[in-house]
């Protein structure tokens, strides 16, 4: 009993959520899947997979470079802070599904997430 607590409680640490990123032509050509750790964001997730989601800010909510739609599992987040809800009001191709990946820290279950064609950052720095 005691040892499949511990299998649990090991999973339950490094495993939270599952993201599908949709195909993007630059960033992630044939899309990705990939799992976030407790309390990562999916920006975060993100980069600790390869995919280079800008981040002009360094991921502080001062910006829209991280912007994302979330297809599927929007309604089982958080909802965003009156910040966040601020800062999107100035990204590129904005819908009512829309997220900053930086402050978008999603628990338990599946997600499916698509990067925008182009964001307001006037020059991309390979972070």
């Not at 904005?94 to 182009?118: A, H, I, M, W």
């Amino acid at each position: 009993m005691l040892k499949q607590f511990v299998v649990v409680a090991k999973a339950s640490l490094f495993s939270m959520a599952k993201i599908k990123m949709l195909p993007h032509f630059e960033l992630c050509p044939d899309g990705a899947e990939f799992e976030t750790k407790k309390d990562e964001s999916i920006c975060e997730a993100a980069l600790r997979n390869g995919i280079k989601i800008e981040h002009a800010c360094e991921m502080s909510c001062a910006c829209t470079t991280c912007h994302v739609i979330v297809r599927e599992g929007f309604d089982s987040l958080e909802d965003a802070s009156e910040t966040e809800e601020d800062m999107l009001d100035k990204a590129w191709g904005l819908e009512s599904n829309s997220r900053l990946s930086c402050q978008t820290v999603p628990d338990e279950g599946d997600f499916t997430v698509e990067l925008p064609k182009y964001t307001i950052n006037q020059v991309s720095e390979d972070h």
